[in-house]
């Protein structure tokens, strides 16, 4: 299982205006004349701006740590909105309760939220 969101997300969440700050970043390399990304540490705000000055395409990949902390912002009853209307939940108490702890470590569902609440202007 990726620790970090989808190539596709991270870029969904970028044009959405996510914080492009994370601590893994995909990048983008030309590859036998074709583009391709990979994954990579962006330990510091300087190596990152040194890529993207270098003509890099680079996109945050975010992880579940990363994502929590902008959820807090939204708050409970936003989250579970979310969660209900894009995975179709409508139970209550401990089967809820299960199923948003395990959406906790699952970067591309949090991800996929994180859009949900962006676009219906919730965050």
Known sequence: MNK???LALSKRMKELGAVQESETIWISEIWKGKKEYRLMSASNEEGRMNLIASGYDVTSAFDPS?????????GAEKMIKAYGDLFGFKGTG???AIGMIRLLTEPDRLGEMWCYLKENKLI
Request: charged share 25%; no cysteine; hydrophobic share 35%.
């Open 4 to 6: 970090t969101t989808s």
């Open 66 to 74: 990363e994502l929590g902390e902008v959820f807090k912002e939204a």
């Open 94 to 96: 401990s089967i809820g």
